[in-house]
């Protein structure tokens, strides 16, 4: 074996190592946890968000399509809120198709983007980026956070 093949082997080997370290530093830190978990109901409203793939078309935290508006604040927005959520469910506006949901899986959606609204702001222009490249961020339901 030459000796520049030595040091390839060599240097494959510590990349990989520290790959691994960095796996373990990322996965096992308290960087990130969630705020707030989906209620039974906001699951069955998430399941029905994602196999009608509204996702194409809206997005959650700038996520997703750009044919329909953003969704993570639909429910607190001012003029907006459940009743606003119901009625476009069913009856679709220009490009949104109607779906003809039934009124347990409009509150089951109802509840999924109230839950989403109370995890955060999008945008979040309060959001600082930390030395380690964690974004830290103010959460809408955050009291305190140590």
């Known amino acids: ?11 494959i080997a510590i990349l990989l190592a520290l790959f691994c370290i960095y ?25 029905l968000f994602q196999n009608n793939r509204c996702w194409s078309c809206h997005q959650l935290y700038g ?5 329909g508006p953003d969704l993570t604040n639909i429910y607190s927005t001012e003029g907006k809120g459940p009743l606003y959520i119901k009625a476009f469910l069913n009856s679709g506006v220009k490009s949104m198709p109607q779906y003809n949901f039934s009124e347990e899986e409009k ?40």
């Open 23 to 47: 796996n373990v530093v990322v996965y096992n830190t308290d960087g990130y946890v969630a705020v707030e978990k989906l209620s039974p109901t906001a699951v069955k409203g998430q399941q």
């Open 107 to 146: 509150d089951a959606l109802v509840q999924y983007f109230k839950q989403v609204d109370q995890t955060g702001i999008y945008p979040n222009y309060n959001a600082e980026i930390e030395a380690t490249g964690w974004v830290k961020i103010k959460y809408r339901n955050e009291t305190s956070r140590d």
């Open 63 to 67: 996520l997703g399509g750009y044919l």
């Open 1 to 11: 074996m030459s000796a520049s093949s030595r040091l390839y082997i060599f240097v």
